[in-house]
């Protein structure tokens, strides 16, 4: 009887593979195609991209030099403090007086005692490098819930721009420390957590005063969730950390922090500006330029106010019956309310841009445009952001992008309020969502 015949080792290493045929199928084409292009499938990349960037963001540290232009001038500012000066008019560093909120002073105190007096720089920018990574994925996880963008924009977002990795770690300004805190508040108010979301924004606003542009949406949507007594409460919970912050100093010279901390009157310099360079500098700096550019941020947020309020208002009842995805009722009035604050700022620094880069991604993938005049659209602001000194043209190519954003999102706006989920009953579009799953 002749012996018997060995596997094939061919054979063998198929069958130890067979537990891999069922993926191997799903792999097809369509699948991939999802994995790029479909919304649903952005946590996919949202997770790859949070461990990539902890990479590339170690590379830039150690591979780019850091640029010194506020860090020092804030650990004067904070070393003032420290000392026992409480009279914000005489805290100053080396590119003037002390502009911030005290929650600022508080940040940066901590931080001042973390890296040895603000010698050990390489320490911060560890410090800030974990904050970019954590804002990063509380956007993500704000663009994955509401189901907006593809996954190949989070790639874009993340990865592409070099201007925001160098305002986070290579300047280690105070903007990105008030934008985490800003969308960790969104997100809070995403989850119905509405109280602890008030103290998130609240200690946003008492790192840099930008973040009160969210302010007009924000009390909107106070109003329409929780009613007249509920946003009463959250307006106080807000008021009160920013006198429980600064306690210190309204304790012993008041007016001179408050003069300090909110000058809405600052005049910024004209060799730094982003957006007016087109513009002379006795233009640039004229009151009546500022109360122009004032009315019309007005009116255009008044214009908006009526489509926010009907966007709140479905949300409401919406999110009470758990549709799924209802959070772009949320996010988008919120984004577009800053939006409009920084296109008509009085002046923009380049370390502005995080006020509101990581929320162009979903506002331009909001409006009805091409998906190629899109990715122009972003494209030429980034161009913009990047071109220093800025230039007559890239100031002018920076509005013109603003001004294309915010014409597309208001038809989109004004359009999908005449959808039938802002008229149906709310119990029928739960029914007609639930089919569709």
């Known amino acids: 009887m002749p012996p018997p ?8 290493s198929k069958g130890s593979l067979a537990f891999l045929d069922p993926l191997l199928k799903e792999l097809n084409v369509a699948s991939l195609k999802k994995l790029v292009f479909s919304p649903s499938h952005a946590w996919l990349a949202a997770i790859a ?31 003032g403090v420290i000392n026992g000066t409480m009279d914000y008019s005489k805290l100053r560093g080396d590119t003037g007086p002390l502009v911030y909120p005290a929650g600022f002073v508080w940040f940066y105190m901590v931080l001042y005692y973390i890296t040895s007096h603000g010698s050990n720089v390489m320490l911060a920018q560890y410090i800030f490098a974990i904050i970019y990574i954590v804002n990063l994925g509380l956007v ?37 420390v008030a934008v985490l805190l800003l969308y ?14 008030s103290v998130f924004f609240s200690l946003a606003v008492s790192i840099k005063m ?6 007009p949406a924000l009390l909107l949507v106070y109003l329409a ?15 009160g950390l920013q006198l429980v912050l600064a306690a210190p100093f309204l304790a012993n010279f008041p007016l001179e922090y408050i003069i300090g901390a909110f000058n809405l009157g600052r005049v910024f310099l004209y060799e730094w500006t982003v957006n007016f360079r087109f513009l002379p500098e006795d233009i640039f700096v004229s009151r009546w330029f500022h109360l122009a550019l004032l009315v019309g941020h007005i009116i255009t947020l008044c214009y908006c106010g009526r489509y926010w309020w009907q966007y709140f208002s479905v949300y409401k009842k919406l999110a009470t019956v ?13 984004f577009m309310c800053n939006f409009i604050g920084v296109m008509f700022a009085r002046s923009l620094h380049y370390q502005f841009y995080v006020w509101y ?25 980034e161009m913009c952001w990047n071109t220093f000194p800025s230039t007559m043209a890239s100031s002018g190519a920076l509005h013109v992008s603003h001004f294309v954003i915010l014409v597309g999102l208001l038809a989109q706006v004004s359009k999908s309020c005449d959808m039938t989920i802002f008229t149906s009953n709310v119990k029928d579009v739960k029914t007609k969502e639930e089919k569709t799953e």
């Not at 590379?59 to 070393?79: C, G, L, S």
């Not at 160098?166 to 990105?176: A, Q, T």
């Not at 960790?184 to 979301?197: E, H, K, P, T, V």
């Not at 930008?210 to 302010?215: E, F, G, K, Q």
Request: net charge positive; with cysteine.
């Open 5 to 12: 015949r060995k596997k094939s080792g061919k054979s063998s």
């Open 357 to 381: 880069y990581h929320t162009l991604h979903y506002l331009v993938w909001t409006t009805g445009y091409p998906v190629k005049h899109r990715l122009l659209l972003l494209g030429v602001i």
């Open 184 to 197: 960790a508040a969104i997100n809070l108010f995403m989850d119905d957590r509405w109280s602890l979301g």
């Open 140 to 176: 993500f996880r704000l663009l994955v819930r509401t189901r907006k963008v593809p996954p190949y924009m989070l790639v874009m977002m993340s990865v592409t721009s070099y201007r925001i990795h160098s305002i986070y770690v290579l300047r280690l300004f105070n903007d990105p």
């Open 49 to 79: 991209l949070l461990v990539l960037e902890l990479f590339v963001n170690i590379f830039v540290i150690h591979r780019v030099n850091y640029t010194e232009i506020d860090w020092v001038a804030y650990m004067q500012e904070v070393e």
């Open 322 to 334: 758990g549709v799924p995805h209802c959070e772009q009722l949320l996010v988008l009035p919120l």
């Open 225 to 239: 969730v929780l009613g007249l007594p509920g946003t009463l409460v959250q307006l106080s919970i807000c008021a």
């Open 210 to 215: 930008n973040i009160l542009l969210y302010a």
